[in-house]
């Protein structure tokens, strides 16, 4: 099974994998000329006025506007803030999530009575709470990191749930043979057997936790990218609206990485939910 | 004298659901002799898996009682091992760790128990599987490794519901012969259940017969092969083997 051991390739073989890393190569090419094209173009076109700059903003101008924001001292405060609001967040919702999961999971009857609140709390675009957050808690971060919070929550449970409530009753039956009480049903096959839907929940949740965070700080803030882009908006400076915009994306695909990283990780190494 | 194990008496379940009831077992009644191998056989759907699990204690019945060595049955009991008719490994733990989930459960893994475990994949061919993952056995393999996964236990009574029946019908052959032998070797007490004729008489020493649903018992057959060594493979090719399937196959009046 080992590769090393493997026979000279035929030239068949080697061919069609020469063909595939060709193939890896030019599509990810593709995609770098992409984006510099874009940039390139957006360039361009500011600089021959063909659209105005001023409206437009243009790769030059963000840069700029990246340098002054850092020798102001601004740049990592701002990011800082977002990020630790998101992370706090996500985090939240997460744990939260899956432990409302489990004990719905639990307790058939507790499930049945709030489902009709779920569905209802599921479908109301919870971004309209965001004033009453405010006033209960105050303008500040934590409002931002409950609204972000109330966006991941209803989601997070809901496909933990489902996740959990899938888990093969025959495997249930197998554990329960063995004398297995409710805890260790879950143990031992509701929770290795779905740790993938948890780690799907962990996806969905980065993007909610940052669409909260950003509406939270369109809101309230006094600092961070969501406030940078309204403060830019308002201000008509559409060099700072676009370079946190782009911060924001960069921010937000490292984080989601991060998630996918954890996953590799876990799954790689079946052994460590096998001891469960 | 032979030793009366499992005492199955008077057995009766009705299934309650919001759209009626289902009459699935009526007044069943049987004994198993310790070290006895005994099919359930019946038509599907007559209620041969509820009766087992009625034995096994995952079931509570809603008439008549069974007593395990002298003991009522409540909940499950530590000298019961049930087989399912899937192997239901566990995809996320490797062999070894499959087979130790009983212990787990039990509370019961310490060295001791490792021990024999490792000595029963050893004497069962698997040792050197114990830290593959389920995928990577064939179905055969699979099949040995749930049973020694309920061997770990060290049960009295095996349960088998229709074991071997998720297996196409060259491998079942083998696997049938296979794990009969690893059962005798164990000098286990055999509760089968299944649909299929020849399988319950090529491993029985007695077949119950049962009839549609609600199952009752139609008939009880002590099955005797003139054979040096028994195997299910040589009761199949014994000249006893047509007579006793043929009285089932009646028995069992099965209608296209
Ligand atoms: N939990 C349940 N609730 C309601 N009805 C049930 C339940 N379990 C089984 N039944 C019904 O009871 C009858 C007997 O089921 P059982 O599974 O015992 O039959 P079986 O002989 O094992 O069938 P098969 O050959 O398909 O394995 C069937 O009609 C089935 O639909
Ligand atoms: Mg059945």
């Not at chain 1, 004398?179 to 993938?196: C, E, H, M, Y």
């Not at chain 2, 057995?11 to 919001?18: A, F, I, R, V």
Request: aromatic share 8%; charged share 20%.
């Amino acid at each position: 099974m080992s590769d090393k051991q493997e026979p000279a390739l035929s030239r068949e073989r080697a061919e069609y994998l020469r063909k595939v890393k060709i193939r890896k190569y030019s599509i990810f090419a593709t995609r770098i000329l992409i984006l510099v094209a874009v940039f390139a173009v957006w360039e361009i076109t500011a600089n021959l006025k063909l659209v105005d700059p001023f409206i437009t903003s243009q790769p030059s101008r963000i840069i700029r506007t990246l340098v002054n924001l850092y020798r102001e001292g601004d740049l990592f405060r701002h990011i800082g803030v977002t990020c630790l609001e998101t992370v706090a967040g996500f985090l939240m919702g997460t744990i939260l999530g899956t432990g409302i999961a489990i004990l719905l999971w639990w307790s058939d009857f507790i499930s049945r009575v709030l489902e009709p609140y779920l569905v209802v709390l599921n479908s109301l675009p919870k971004i309209a709470l965001g004033p009453i957050f405010i006033i209960w808690i105050g303008p500040g971060p934590s409002a931002i990191i409950v609204m972000a919070l109330a966006i991941s929550l209803i989601v997070t449970i809901l496909e933990v749930l489902n996740g959990f409530l899938s888990a093969d009753p025959e495997k249930i039956r197998l554990v329960q043979t063995f004398g297995a009480n409710r805890l260790q049903v879950f143990t031992k096959v509701v929770l290795p057997a779905n740790i993938s839907s948890v780690i799907n929940a962990l996806k969905i949740n980065v993007g909610l936790s940052w669409v909260g965070v950003i509406v939270g700080e369109f809101l309230v803030s006094r600092a961070g990218l969501g406030y940078l882009i309204v403060y830019g908006g308002q201000v008509f400076q559409l060099d700072l609206v676009m370079t946190s915009v782009i911060i924001l994306a960069v921010a937000a695909a490292l984080m989601y990485q991060g998630v996918v990283w954890i996953e590799k990780k876990l799954t790689k190494n079946r052994q460590i939910y096998g001891q469960l | 004298m032979a030793e009366e194990l499992v005492d199955v008496r008077n057995l009766g379940m009705k299934y309650q659901s919001p759209n009626g009831e289902i009459d699935a077992v009526r007044d069943v009644s049987f004994t198993v002799n310790k070290g006895e191998f005994v099919s359930l056989v019946g038509p599907s759907g007559c209620g041969k898996s509820t009766i087992l699990s009625i034995i096994s204690g995952l079931l509570k019945p809603t008439s008549g009682s069974v007593r395990i060595g002298g003991e009522w049955v409540r909940g499950t009991s530590r000298k019961v091992g049930y087989m399912l008719q899937k192997d239901h490994l566990f995809d996320w733990r490797t062999i070894y760790q499959n087979v130790l989930l009983g212990l787990e459960v039990r509370g019961t893994l310490n060295r001791e128990s490792r021990e024999r475990v490792l000595g029963l994949l050893k004497t069962y061919g698997l040792y050197d599987f114990k830290d593959k993952y389920p995928n990577q056995l064939s179905g055969g393999m699979r099949q040995r490794a749930a049973l020694i996964r309920t061997l770990a236990v060290n049960p009295d009574i095996l349960l088998l519901d229709e074991a071997f029946s998720a297996l196409d019908y060259q491998m079942r052959i083998a696997v049938t012969d296979d794990i009969y032998g690893i059962i005798k070797s164990e000098q286990k007490t055999v509760i089968l259940v299944t649909h299929d004729i020849s399988e319950s008489i090529s491993m029985s020493d007695r077949v119950i017969v049962l009839s549609k649903r609600p199952a009752t018992v139609t008939a009880i057959h002590d099955i005797k092969f003139n054979l040096e060594k028994r195997t299910p493979l040589a009761c199949r090719e014994a000249q006893e083997f047509p007579g006793y399937f043929n009285t089932i196959w009646k028995e069992l009046d099965v209608h296209v």
